[in-house]
C-alpha cells in the first residue's frame, strides 16, 4: 500500500495537479491526507500482527508437548500478556481506523477526514506506544507478565517495574484511539455529501460511526484503570488494596465495564465490511439495512450491562449474577438478526465466491460459532466450570481472529484494487484462504475440548491428558502463523503491479468509492459529489 | 497424497490415546455438577439446531443460488414478517433456557445449613486448608518432581495434579468451603464438583459441595497468579464419613503431637549437616519458585540469595523477613507455614549454600527467641 502513492504519480488523472505532496520519508511523517494515514495505520497493524502472532507461536512452541521445553514460566507470562495486548490494541484496532481513514471519506463524498493534523498525530503516537511496550520486555524483571487483562493486585504489588511503561504505553493507546474516534465522528457529521442523510450511508460508515462513540465513552475508564494501578503501584494509593480500604474485584468492575465495549469496537466494523462484501457478490441488495442499523445500536447500548459476564466466579450476589447473564443472553439476539440478515441476503442471490467473498463467507459461519460459544459462556451456572479454561480461549479467538481479522483480509482483498489501482493474485488469495480456513479451525476448534476436560488458560505446562489436543493445536497453530506471510506476500506484489483495476472491478459492487479511478487519486471529491 | 493425508488424519484422531483422553465437560460427582452438565448440554444441542438452521440455509443459497449455475438475482430487501420472527423466536428460547440456568444458580449460590466448614486460602502457590470444626490446619503444594517438569525423569499419571497433602472430606454432607487469598488473586476449581470461586486477598467468597462418591477429585488454580500459576493444583480426596471422622482425629492428633514434639526439640542443637539437609529439602519445597534452586533468584523479580548481604552478615534481618515476610511484596511470612526446626534449617541452608559459606547455624531456639521478642 506504500507503493499506492508513487503508482498515482505514473497515471495521469484529473486529480494530478492537486497532487502537491512531499516525497520520502517525510511525504509519510508529515502527511494529513487520508489515504497516506490510512496506509500507515494498515501496515502498522500488519507488523503488529507479525510481531504479535510470532509471540504466539512462542506460545503455542513451549505447549507443543508437556514439560518446560523453550521457556521459563516467566517468560511464557509475558508471551501471553504481550500477544494479547499487541493483537488487540496494535493489530485489530489500529487495522480498523486504517481502513475507516481510507473508506469513510471516499464513502461519504468527502475530501478528507475533518481533522487532518489530528489524523497524522494520533497515527504517529502509536508506533511510540509498541515501542515502549516492546521495549518494556528487555527490562531487567522482565515486562509485564499479568495478562492483557492486568488484575490488580497481581499487576501492581506483585508485578515488575515495568509496569510504569506498560501504563504509559496504554495511556499513548488510547489517546490515539480516542483521537482517531473524535475524527471519524466529526468526519460523518460535517462531511457527507449532499443528499447522503445518515439512513443512506454504507453500513461501513455506520458500524464505525457506533464505534467511535464506544471509543469515546470507554477509552477513558481505560486510562482511569491504569492511572489506579500505576499510583497503586507506585504512590501508596490502595484503590485495589484491601489493606487500604480497597477492593481488587472493583478493578475487574472497571477494566470490564471498558473491556466489553472495547471486544464490540473489535466486531461491530467487521458487521459494516461483510454488509458491503456480502451484497456485493451476491448481487442483491442487502437484507434490512434499517434492522442492521438498529441492531448495531441495540448492540452497542446492551454493550455497556454485560461487562460482569467475566466476573462470575468473583463472588457476587446472585441478583448481579442473574441480571448480567440476562442481559447478556439479550445481546445474542440482535447478534442473531445480523446474521439472519446475511443469510437472506444471500438467499436467491447470484453468488460468486472471490477471495473477498470467501472470506466474508468464513466470517459468517466461524464468527457464528464464537457466537454459539458465547451463548454458552453466559450461562452463568455452566461458566463456572468453562471460566478461564481453554473453552474461553477458543472461544474468543473464534470472534476474533476468524471474526475481526477475516473481516479485515476480506476488507484488504475488496479494496485493494481501489488502494493500488491492481488486482490481487486471485489464485494465491484462494491458497491464502484455504490454507488459513483449514488451519485456524485445526488450530482454534480442538481449544473447546481441552477447555471442557479442564485445561486451564494462561498455562505454561499442563496434564497429560491434554497432550494429544494441544499438538494437534499448535501444528495448526504453525501452520495459520506461516500462511499469514502469504497474504504479506500477494499485498506486496499487488502494490507493484499485476492486471490494472477497473474503478468498479466487482460488478455487484455499491458505493461512492468505486465511482472514482483505481487507484484512487490523491484526492477525492473536493467537490461533493450529489447523491440522489 | 491427499488420500495418504486423510490416512494420516484419521489415524491422529483415532488414536487410543486420544480415545482414553476427555473431550466434555465431566458430569461430575454431586447433584449440582449435574444439573451444570445437564444446562450445558442442552445449550449445546440448542446451538446445534440453529446452527443446522442457519448453515442449512446458508449452504444451500451457496450451492444453489450461484451465478455460474445461472441464478438470476432477487431484488427483496425487507420483509417485516419475517424479521419479527427472528427476533421473537430466539427471544423465547433464550427464556426457556434462562429458567433452568436460574433455577441451578440459585441453588449453587445457597451456602446455608453446611455440616462441615474449610477454609481455603490461596497464596503463590499453594492452598492452605483450614478446617473450622477441628484442630486441623495444613498446607498442599504440588507434589510432582522438578525434574519431571524438566523432562529429567519420565512424567507420572498424575503429572502437575498431584500435591502432597490433599484436602480431606467427607462424602453425602454439605460442605461449605470459606475461600480467600494471601496476596493475588487465585481461584479454586475443581470440575467434578462444578466449584470454581475466586480467592480475592481481603475477601471471603462462600461455595459449597454435597459429594455422592468417595474418591480422588483433581484441579487446578484457575486464575493467572503469577509464575507458578500452573503449578497450583487442587487434590481432593472424599472419604465416607466414618472414616472421614476416623482420619480427622488421627490428624488432629498429629498435629498437636507434632507442636509438643517441636517444643521438645527446641532445646536440641542440630548439626550443621542436619540442618543442611533439612534445610535443602525446606528450600526447595517453600522456596525455590522464587529465589530458584540455585539462589539466583529472578533479577528485577525475586532476589538472589546467593551473595545477598542479608544472607551473609546480618541474621535477625534474615530471620525477620523468613518469619515475617516482606509486607507489600511476594516475600511471604513463613513463621507459621513451617516449624521452628524448618525456619531454622531454611535460614542456616541459606547463609551456607550455593557459596555463602558463613559457617554460621542458627538454631529453632533462636528463632523461637526471635519470635518472642
Ligand atoms: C496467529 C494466530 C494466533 C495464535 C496461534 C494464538 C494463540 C493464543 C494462545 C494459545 C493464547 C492463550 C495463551 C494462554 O492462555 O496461555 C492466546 C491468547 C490471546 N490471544 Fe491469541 N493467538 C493468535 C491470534 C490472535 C489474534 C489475531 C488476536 C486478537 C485479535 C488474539 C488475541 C488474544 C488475546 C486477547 C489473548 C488473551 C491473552 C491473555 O490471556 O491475557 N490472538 N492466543
Ligand atoms: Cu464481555
Ligand atoms: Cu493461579
Known sequence: MSTAGEAIQDHDHDHEHHDHKATGVTRWLFTTNHK??????LWFSFIMFLVGGAMAMVIRAELFQPGLQLVDPHFFNQMTTVHGLIMVFGAVMPAFTGLANWMIPMMIGAPDMALPRMNNWSFWILPFAFAILLGSLFMEGGGPAFGWTFYAPLSTTYSSDSTALFVFSV????????????NVIVTIMNMRAPGMSYMKMPLFVWTWFITAFLLIAVMPVLAGAVTMVLTDKYFGTSFFDAA??????????IFWFFGHPEVYIMILPSFGIISAIIPAFTRKPLFGYASMVYATAAIAVLSFLVWAHHMFTTGMPVFAELFFMYCTMLIAVPTGVKIFNWVATMWRGSMTFETPMLFALAFVILFTIGGFSGLMLAITPVDFQYHDTYFVVAHFHYVLVTGAIFSIMAAAYYWLPKWTGNMYDETLAKWHFWLSLISVNVLFFPMHFAGLAGMPRRIPDYALQFADINQIVSIGGFAFGLTQLMFLWIVIKCCRGGEKALAKPWDGAEGLEWTVPSPAPYHTFETPPEIK | MKTRLILALTALFSSSALAESQLNLTRGVTDISSRVYDLHMTIFYICCVIGVVVFGAMFWSMFVHRRSKGAKPATFHENVKVEIVWTVVPFL?????????????????DTSDADVTVQVTGSQWKWHYKYFDNEVEYFSLLATRQDQINNRLDKGENYLLEVDRPLVVPTGQKIRFLITSDDVIHS?????FAVKKDANPGFINEAWTRIDEPGIYRGQCAELCGKDHGFMPVVVIAKEPAEYEEWIAAEEERQLKAKEEEQRLMSMEMSMDELMDLGESVYLGSCAACHQANGEGVPGVFPALKGSDMALNDIPAHIDVVVNGASGTAMQAFGNQLSLRELAAVITYERNAWGNDTGERVQAADVNEYMNQ
Not at chain 1, 36 to 41: E, P
Not at chain 2, 95 to 106: H, Q, V, W
Not at chain 2, 188 to 192: E, G, H, T, Y
Open chain 1, 36 to 41: 497516506d494515514i490510512g496506509s500507515l495505520y
Open chain 1, 171 to 182: 495511556h499513548i493507546m488510547g489517546i490515539s484511539s480516542i483521537m482517531g474516534a473524535i
Open chain 1, 244 to 253: 487500604g480500604g480497597g477492593d481488587p474485584v472493583m478493578f475487574q468492575h
Open chain 2, 93 to 109: 428460547i433464550l427464556i426457556g433456557m434462562a429458567i433452568p440456568a436460574t433455577t441451578t444458580l440459585i441453588a449453587m449460590e
Open chain 2, 188 to 192: 479454586w476449581w475443581v470440575p467434578d
